[in-house]
């Protein structure tokens, strides 16, 4: 595959391992007759090391043997998360250090989560964009401040902690951007 045909999440084969591209950047040169670089930031789906390409425009990677399968969270332990692929009912087991960043978005049971199988061994998860969760701890709002866009600290089933506005309240499902983390709405 071309280097302009890559996009940010595809997984490429880049000096014999499988790389994530997570973001790039395009450089047009000033000059005539000189080259496009094409500039990736990646992370390598083995051993979750950050990698930087740099190629030109007719430069090209191969596509890595790769599936995203759909997944369902079983449960998660002290040092594993264990997740069940939904089709043929395999099961895979992630370091929590490995998921740490998804495991915030993640409650047990939760469906739409995507698995990174290469060489049937499963690298890492792919989170839904945005997840439902409950909120369990948060203060209850204060009289007669409605009017204003005031914010508060609440902390979700996951322990993941989120500006909520003030009239939310403990016990409601609310969703969360899993990209940026930041409250969305009421579920």
Do not use: W
Request: hydrophobic residues 35%; negative net charge.
């Amino acid at each position: 595959m071309l280097a302009k045909e890559i996009k940010t999440g595809e997984v490429v084969v880049y000096e014999g391992e499988p790389v994530v591209i997570e973001s790039l950047n395009v450089q047009t040169p000033s000059a005539r007759g000189a080259a496009t670089l094409y500039k990736f930031r990646g992370r390598n789906a083995v051993t979750r090391q950050k990698v930087d390409i740099t190629l030109k425009g007719t430069e090209s990677l191969d596509a890595a043997d790769f599936q995203r399968r759909d997944v369902q969270v079983m449960f998660t332990d002290t040092t594993h998360m264990h997740v069940m692929d939904t089709e043929n009912y395999n099961q895979y087991e992630l370091p929590l250090d490995d998921v740490s960043e998804q495991r915030l978005y993640m409650p047990d049971g939760l469906e739409g989560v995507r698995a990174l199988v290469y060489n049937d061994q499963c690298v890492g998860i792919d989170v839904p964009p945005t997840v439902e969760l409950e909120i369990t701890q948060c203060d209850p709002g204060i009289k007669g401040n409605s009017a204003t866009s005031r914010s508060k600290p609440a902390t979700l089933e996951t322990g993941l902690v989120v500006q909520v506005p003030e009239y939310i309240k403990q016990g409601e499902r609310v969703k969360v951007d899993t990209r940026t983390g930041q409250f969305l709405s009421r579920a």
